[in-house]
């Protein structure tokens, strides 16, 4: 069975950084996609930024050039550095592994305060 960790979440003000984890219980080599999600108050799961198993990253627009997914192969782990954040960032992030199927982490908040 695939569990995933996510850490790092928290608050901080507008402008700061944080950097979000995702620990895995198995190899990530093998999935296809490896991903970072979120959900504010009453909106929609929006997809956040995406690595793909060759290497290849795509950001949803409103986080491009602040946030910069990777991932670290030996110790199964798929991270989100999240750099000049605004307010409009605060939700829950949730990791996402796709192999298929599709496995969840629990969910870490993130509020970032104006």
């Known amino acids: 069975q695939v569990q995933l960790v996510e850490s790092g979440g928290g608050l901080v003000q507008a402008g700061g950084s944080l950097r979000l984890s995702c620990a895995a219980s198995v190899s990530i080599f093998s999935f296809v996609t490896m991903g970072w999600y979120r959900q504010a108050p009453g909106k929609q799961r929006e997809l956040v930024a995406v690595i793909i198993r060759g290497g290849s990253t795509n950001y949803a627009d409103a986080v491009k050039g602040r946030f910069t997914i990777s991932r670290d192969n030996a110790k199964n782990e798929v991270y989100l550095q999240m750099n000049s954040l605004k307010p409009e960032d605060t939700a829950v992030y949730y990791c996402?592994?796709?192999?298929?199927?599709?496995?969840w982490g629990q969910g870490t908040q993130v509020t970032v305060s104006s």
């Open positions: 996402n592994l796709l192999r298929p199927p599709s496995y």
